[in-house]
Structures are given as C-alpha cells and as structure tokens.
C-alpha cells in the first residue's frame, strides 16, 4: 500500500518562497517517479514538475521554470518542491503523486500515469 501525505502549504504575499514535502510511504521501497500538480478552482489538474530516475532527472512546466526546483530528500521517502519568486497564479491545491516506473516521462509533466495521489495542500498567494 502506498500513501502519499503533502505539507508545507500557506499563505504568502507574492514574491515569496513556500517549500512543499511530500512523504512516501511504500513498503516494500521503490524508487518510482514522482510529480507534483496543482488544481485551482474552476480549472483542470496541471502539471508542476516531475522527478525520475532515483531523483536525478526533473522536468518543469513553462509556467514554473526557473522558480520551483523539485527535489528527493537525503530521507528517500521525502519528495520536496521548493517554490520561489511566487505569483498569484500560483494559487492552487498542490497535489504529489507517485508513478509506476522508475523514469518519468521525458519533457512532460502530464498526470497521466500517476495512481496514487496525496490530499493536497492549499497555496495561496496574495497580490
């Protein structure tokens, strides 16, 4: 059984930095690909950023890049994405999720394929 629990989520005025974990809990450990997305009201789940291959491959939505870095913890079964230079745009539920293999898709942030999802936490961010 595998469970996902996100934290770290607040509120900040914008230009500020928030740092998003995620736990995993899987038994036996795997280290499978990892993403976090985000859902704000009235809009479809989208794509943050994804992490493969034992956490040494990332990749980004244009919307993102150059601000959020995602990141696997010196704990293996934490998953960080750290989030600077915020907008309101930003606001959203944050969601993690974990993949079925061990490489993310190449230059895609897509849900698709991620079956296991954590509850999300809140963002917001203030003009």
């Known amino acids: 059984q595998v469970q996902l629990v996100e934290s770290g989520g607040g509120s900040v005025q914008a230009g500020g930095s928030l740092t998003l974990s995620c736990t995993v809990s899987?038994?036996?450990?795997?280290?499978?690909?990892m993403g976090w997305f985000r859902q704000a009201p009235g809009k479809e789940r989208e794509g943050v950023a994804t992490?493969?291959?034992?956490?040494?491959?990332?990749y980004y939505a244009d919307a993102v890049k150059g601000r959020f870095t995602t990141s696997q913890g010196s704990a293996y079964n934490m998953v960080y994405l750290q989030m600077n230079s915020l907008k309101p745009g930003d606001t959203a539920m944050y969601y993690c999720?974990?993949?079925?293999?061990?490489?993310?898709?190449?230059?895609?942030?897509?849900?698709?394929?991620?079956?296991?999802w954590g509850r999300g936490t809140q963002v917001t961010v203030s003009s």
């Open positions: 999720a974990r993949g079925e293999t061990y490489s993310c898709r190449a230059d895609s942030t897509s849900p698709a394929g991620f079956r296991v």
């Open positions: 899987v038994s036996p450990y795997s280290s499978n690909c």
């Open positions: 992490l493969g291959a034992g956490g040494r491959i990332q």
